[in-house]
């Protein structure tokens, strides 16, 4: 993790991250674990889209057409979050900041996934944010689970007039003898302490108002302007008229 953001970075750096993050955008590889009936997750953006160059005025990227463009500027989270969701994302962001972008667009249509993950990817756009990138969430689908704490740390959150969001608490655990059990117990408490918090920053209400639902496994669900009125999502876009 050091290494992606040390800023004495090279051009070949770069564009071996860029190639690192196209192939692993491509793959197809099907994931084991939870979520069997979704295809595998397209996380990250096209990284070599365009053509990284050394100039005098520093790292420059071209592009063949307007497109290219966007791409360059668009991360995708299609599909479950899982630890093979982060890797890329890292790269997307850390190469859209030395390339020069000033703004990201990241689109959820997401079942949700692992907590640890979507810890991780947060982390992911605090660092961005913190460099000067603005970040921008849009829900063109859905944004459940682990997917809805993910786009709170996008600033604004834009939903679809038929996005739909959902909140619950975590499952899961891990096994063993009862210290082992005492030790996720306490790591999934962390887990749902942070996320709780950060709900609770965005959206105005108390901590102890999202906390209780950290562990209801029976999730809450927000449609469009409902995400708004809840405090998960700051304006719709994409209406008629």
């Known amino acids: 993790m050091d290494s992606l953001v040390n800023t004495q970075t090279t051009t070949g750096d770069l564009i071996r991250f860029g190639k690192v993050a196209a192939s692993i955008f491509e793959q197809k590889k099907p994931q084991s674990g939870g979520f069997p009936n979704y295809p595998p997750p397209i996380t990250g953006l096209l990284s070599d889209v365009g053509e990284v160059q050394e100039t005098r005025m520093g790292l420059e990227r071209y592009y063949h057409s307007p497109g290219q463009a966007i791409m360059g500027q668009t ?15 890292w790269i997307s962001l850390y190469l859209a900041r030395h390339i020069g972008h000033k703004e990201m667009q990241i689109f959820f249509n997401t ?56 909140v619950h608490g975590m499952s899961g655990g891990g096994s063993g003898d009862a210290r082992e059990k005492r030790m996720w117990q306490k790591l999934e408490n ?19 108002y999202w906390r209780p639902r950290m562990e209801d496994t029976i999730g809450e669900f927000y449609v469009g302007a409902e995400s708004i009125e809840e405090g998960l999502a700051d304006a719709i876009i994409g209406q008629e008229g």
């Open 75 to 89: 991360i995708f989270i299609d599909g479950p979050i899982l630890s093979d969701s982060v890797h890329p994302i």
């Open 111 to 166: 079942p949700g996934g692992q907590v640890a993950a979507g810890l991780a990817i947060i982390d992911a756009i605090h660092w961005a944010q913190g460099e000067g990138m603005k970040i921008t969430g849009i829900v063109a689908g859905n944004a459940w689970s682990m997917g809805a704490v993910v786009l709170q740390a996008c600033n604004p959150r834009l939903v679809m007039p038929h996005a739909t969001l959902m």
């Open 190 to 208: 962390t887990y749902m302490d942070y996320c709780a918090e950060l709900l609770a920053s965005r959206s105005h209400k108390d901590v102890s």
